[in-house]
């Protein structure tokens, strides 16, 4: 038995919906009735709780800007419209199961820091369990234990297509999470939750959650904490994007896990795209190989006889009797890899793989960027002088500073190379200290004194000007439109160019009388313990023409139709 929404219900639904998406400015008690609406509904609209989550994070969040004044005004964000939208086409054929089917199998779950666990209990028993990739495992505890749960049932239950599965875990979380088809607590719990349900729903599974003590979960927890051992390969990324640069793009991952985007793994895994490498045909794919290194032998001898072509990593054994067939495969000049110098200095020092991934992490992209000029020009420096890069003396150290001088770099880029050195040398220690070294780079200074690169003042009143003899923003073209809310957000916030692209509409509180955007990413002066910025546009209604909360009013209403993203500043061309 089913039951569904009367016609009068579902025509009020709409017309209130309609409401809401045809005003570019609302009230939060508008939204908040329309919420209460929706979730009346939620008897007869089976999946319906997947899709008012985000238009409730958008009432609390303006209600929090506002202070708790319900009739403060707000604006809708991207997601909120979109569930809105999905109301709209899918509450006329919407109906809910009366009754659902008595559970049909159990899935118990359970999730460590290392990696998930799952028992399919039904008939036979069956289980499943992986490690966690390097990212997921930043995620909080509550987020792993859903993700156990989705990994769990797409390993275990794609077959129970009809039936009930019985899910069991001792998170009480996730227990809610999946009972309530999501909640307002977290939003990456949230989005899990939805995520696990669609599957089901394309899998024309039921689920409910149940929860079992921690005593009583001890197959899965055992499984989550015995996962497969990390065998996987995996090349630095930006040695993997010069590969594919030369090589192009391969389709298909031979020997990975379920990480890596259309895998190939050695045993089942819910993500993979097949299971065993050596199973199927490699002749109709451009694959990409970094097996291990016992497997080259085997490798070879399958490229050569079904005459596949793709991308291998091996090492150079000249040694190994597979590396005479190697050499007679090849069908392009191979590339030879580079070695990570910095991850080897700190490995020398005694470091463990996992210290030197969080100490190489706090070397921004930028901060990578410039030490690489002058780690490359260091390396070249020692080989043609047969000296070890990593262990030297003072006056070598010394000289590849007098040649950087000579050949043109000046007290900056000097400064730079010695705290490149500082970061990479083992003997001497704390080059960057030394007080040779830094009466040398003194002397530089003194010699080569920096120049400012900004030192031209302009006339911002010039600018102002300009802007005023300009239209009334209604009536500016598009073009004209971002140029004027670009430099009007420029000149008043005082910001770098970086910090305005993180504005985003999602993060934005709109009052009465400013917007407020909260930006969380990392900046460029971004530093530990000053973490998040909030920047204010206030309204000037002294003078509208230079009023920047008019301009992002209009801005905003304008590009509307035309984002593919919620940054508040996009491309006025196609």
């Given at each position: 038995?089913?039951?569904?929404?009367?016609?009068?219900?579902?025509?009020?639904?709409?017309?209130?919906?309609?409401?809401?998406?045809?005003?570019?400015?609302?009230?939060?008690?508008?939204?908040?009735?329309?919420?209460?609406?929706?979730?009346?509904?939620?008897?007869?609209?089976?999946?319906?709780?997947?899709?008012?989550?985000?238009?409730?994070?958008?009432?609390?969040?303006?209600?929090?800007?506002?202070?708790?004044?319900?009739?403060?005004?707000?604006?809708?964000?991207?997601?909120?419209?979109?569930?809105?939208?999905?109301?709209?086409?899918?509450?006329?054929?919407?109906?809910?199961?009366?009754?659902?089917?008595?559970?049909?199998?159990?899935?118990?779950?359970?999730?460590?820091?290392?990696?998930?666990?799952?028992?399919?209990?039904?008939?036979?028993?069956?289980?499943?369990?992986?490690?966690?990739?390097?990212?997921?495992?930043?995620?909080?505890?509550?987020?792993?234990?859903?993700?156990?749960?989705?990994?769990?049932?797409?390993?275990?239950?794609?077959?129970?297509?009809?039936?009930?599965?019985?899910?069991?875990?001792?998170?009480?979380?996730?227990?809610?999470?999946?009972?309530?088809?999501?909640?307002?607590?977290?939003?990456?719990?949230?989005?899990?939750?939805?995520?696990?349900?669609?599957?089901?729903?394309?899998?024309?599974?039921?689920?409910?959650?149940?929860?079992?003590?921690?005593?009583?979960?001890?197959?899965?927890?055992?499984?989550?904490?015995?996962?497969?051992?990390?065998?996987?390969?995996?090349?630095?990324?930006?040695?993997?994007?010069?590969?594919?640069?030369?090589?192009?793009?391969?389709?298909?991952?031979?020997?990975?896990?379920?990480?890596?985007?259309?895998?190939?793994?050695?045993?089942?895994?819910?993500?993979?795209?097949?299971?065993?490498?050596?199973?199927?045909?490699?002749?109709?794919?451009?694959?990409?190989?970094?097996?291990?290194?016992?497997?080259?032998?085997?490798?070879?001898?399958?490229?050569?006889?079904?005459?596949?072509?793709g991308i291998l990593i091996a090492p150079v054994w000249t040694t190994q009797a597979s590396f005479v067939k190697l050499m007679e495969l090849l069908i392009a000049v191979p590339l030879l890899l580079p070695v990570s110098k910095e991850r080897q200095s700190l490995y020398a020092q005694g470091i463990s793989p996992k210290a030197a991934d969080i100490i190489l992490e706090?070397?921004?992209?930028?901060?990578?960027?410039?030490?690489?000029?002058?780690?490359?020009?260091?390396?070249?420096?020692?080989?043609?002088?047969?000296?070890?890069?990593?262990?030297?003396?003072?006056?070598?150290?010394?000289?590849?500073?007098?040649?950087?001088?000579?050949?043109?770099?000046?007290?900056?880029?000097?400064?730079?190379?010695?705290?490149?050195?500082?970061?990479?040398?083992?003997?001497?220690?704390?080059?960057?200290?030394?007080?040779?070294?830094?009466?040398?780079?003194?002397?530089?200074?003194?010699?080569?004194?920096?120049?400012?690169?900004?030192?031209?003042?302009?006339?911002?009143?010039?600018?102002?000007?300009?802007?005023?003899?300009?239209?009334?923003?209604?009536?500016?073209?598009?073009?004209?439109?971002?140029?004027?809310?670009?430099?009007?957000?420029?000149?008043?916030?005082?910001?770098?160019?970086?910090?305005?692209?993180?504005?985003?509409?999602?993060?934005?509180?709109?009052?009465?009388?400013?917007?407020?955007?909260?930006?969380?990413?990392?900046?460029?002066?971004?530093?530990?313990?000053?973490?998040?910025?909030?920047?204010?546009?206030?309204?000037?209604?002294?003078?509208?023409?230079?009023?920047?909360?008019?301009?992002?009013?209009?801005?905003?209403?304008?590009?509307?139709?035309?984002?593919?993203?919620?940054?508040?500043?996009?491309?006025?061309?196609?």
């Amino acid at each position: 038995m089913t039951v569904s929404l009367t016609l009068e219900r579902k025509c009020k639904t709409k017309r209130k919906i309609k409401g809401l998406l045809d005003s570019s400015l609302i009230t939060i008690r508008q939204l908040a009735e329309v919420i209460g609406i929706l979730v009346s509904n939620l008897p007869g609209v089976a999946y319906g709780r997947l899709y008012y989550r985000h238009l409730e994070f958008n009432k609390i969040n303006s209600l929090r800007a506002a202070k708790g004044d319900f009739d403060a005004k707000t604006t809708l964000t991207s997601l909120s419209r979109l569930e809105l939208l999905w109301w709209l086409s899918n509450i006329d054929e919407a109906f809910c199961h009366i009754h659902h089917k008595p559970v049909g199998a159990v899935l118990e779950c359970d999730a460590s820091t290392l990696g998930w666990g799952a028992v399919l209990r039904s008939g036979n028993q069956s289980m499943a369990n992986d490690r966690w990739s390097r990212s997921q495992r930043k995620f909080h505890v509550n987020v792993l234990e859903l993700l156990a749960i989705y990994f769990g049932l797409k390993a275990l239950c794609k077959a129970l297509r009809g039936q009930h599965v019985g899910i069991r875990s001792d998170n009480m979380t996730a227990v809610s999470y999946i009972n309530h088809m999501g909640g307002t607590k977290s939003s990456q719990c949230n989005e899990v939750t939805k995520i696990i349900w669609l599957w089901c729903k394309d899998n024309d599974i039921w689920i409910s959650a149940a929860h079992i003590p921690g005593a009583q979960n001890g197959i899965a927890d055992h499984l989550s904490r015995n996962g497969k051992i990390n065998t996987e390969w995996a090349l630095n990324d930006k040695i993997f994007l010069d590969i594919t640069s030369v090589f192009g793009c391969p389709d298909i991952n031979l020997f990975a896990t379920n990480e890596k985007y259309r895998a190939v793994s050695w045993r089942y895994e819910p993500q993979a795209h097949a299971t065993d490498a050596f199973s199927f045909t490699w002749t109709d794919h451009n694959f990409y190989a970094f097996p291990p290194f016992s497997m080259i032998g085997r490798c070879l001898q399958k490229i050569e006889l079904e005459q596949a072509t793709g991308i291998l990593i091996a090492p150079v054994w000249t040694t190994q009797a597979s590396f005479v067939k190697l050499m007679e495969l090849l069908i392009a000049v191979p590339l030879l890899l580079p070695v990570s110098k910095e991850r080897q200095s700190l490995y020398a020092q005694g470091i463990s793989p996992k210290a030197a991934d969080i100490i190489l992490e706090a070397w921004r992209p930028s901060t990578q960027k410039q030490y690489l000029v002058y780690l490359s020009r260091w390396l070249l420096f020692c080989s043609k002088r047969n000296i070890d890069p990593m262990q030297t003396d003072l006056k070598e150290i010394l000289n590849f500073l007098v040649e950087l001088f000579e050949g043109g770099v000046g007290y900056s880029g000097i400064n730079t190379a010695r705290s490149m050195l500082s970061s990479f040398v083992l003997i001497p220690k704390n080059i960057g200290k030394n007080n040779l070294v830094k009466r040398f780079v003194k002397g530089i200074f003194e010699l080569k004194t920096p120049r400012p690169h900004r030192c031209h003042v302009w006339d911002v009143s010039t600018v102002f000007q300009y802007v005023k003899s300009l239209e009334h923003n209604a009536e500016l073209t598009l073009k004209f439109l971002t140029y004027k809310a670009v430099i009007l957000a420029t000149l008043i916030s005082a910001q770098r160019v970086q910090t305005l692209s993180q504005l985003d509409l999602d993060f934005m509180e709109m009052t009465e009388q400013s917007f407020i955007f909260h930006i969380n990413d990392k900046l460029k002066q971004t530093r530990p313990g000053h973490v998040g910025l909030q920047i204010c546009f206030d309204n000037f209604s002294e003078d509208e023409l230079l009023c920047i909360y008019s301009v992002l009013k209009i801005y905003i209403q304008k590009t509307e139709n035309l984002r593919t993203s919620s940054k508040l500043f996009i491309s006025y061309r196609k």
